[in-house]
């Protein structure tokens, strides 16, 4: 019988160089490569966003679960797929009740600035695409500190006809706590 894997919380965070992760809520670039890689990544796994995310994606999302934090669970309309939480602690719950259902041991946090900052203190894991720019935006993504985390994968996708700008994509694991 095999053991059951410990749950994982990883963030999946697209941030500009200047750490822009949005605009008027939507993302300030085109990278096709970039939303095909969220997709791989995050196809099964429960997915914690604000109501603001939620509402800019404008649906749930394919095969995933929608775990919502709002401060006003009447916001959100009920919809197969979508579950609403008023704290980043019943959100964490909620995840982790519905990867267990789901038979995986990680959930994804994606967006916005609040919810990641939110989220930070419980991540394990974060997918960091760093996107070679400098965009103008009004949602930004708020650095962990560097000693907290380790670079354990690192991987460059240059800009092209589909992809706007160059990208490295960057997986960080939370460095063991002393």
Avoid: C
Wanted: glycine share 6%; proline share 7%; no cysteine.
């Amino acid at each position: 019988m095999s053991e059951a894997r410990p749950f994982t919380l990883a963030l999946v965070v697209a941030a500009a160089e200047n750490d822009v992760i949005g605009r008027e809520g939507k993302l300030p670039w085109r990278l096709k490569s970039d939303l095909k890689r969220f997709r791989r990544l995050t196809m099964g796994h429960p997915l914690i966003m604000g109501r603001k995310t939620f509402a800019s994606i404008g649906k749930p999302l394919d095969g995933r679960d929608s775990v919502i934090v709002t401060r006003d669970a009447a916001s959100v309309s009920p919809q197969p797929g979508v579950f609403v939480a008023t704290s980043i602690k019943d959100a964490l719950d909620i995840a982790r009740a519905r990867a267990a259902e789901r038979r995986v041991a990680e959930a994804f946090v994606i967006g916005g600035a609040e919810i990641f900052a939110l989220a930070l203190p419980y991540a394990d894991r974060i997918h960091l695409a760093r996107v070679h720019a400098s965009p103008s935006g009004d949602a930004y993504w708020q650095a962990p500190p560097a000693e907290e985390w380790q670079v354990v994968s690192r991987e460059e996708w240059p800009a092209n006809q589909t992809d706007e700008f160059s990208v490295t994509d960057l997986v960080l694991e939370r460095s063991p706590r002393a």
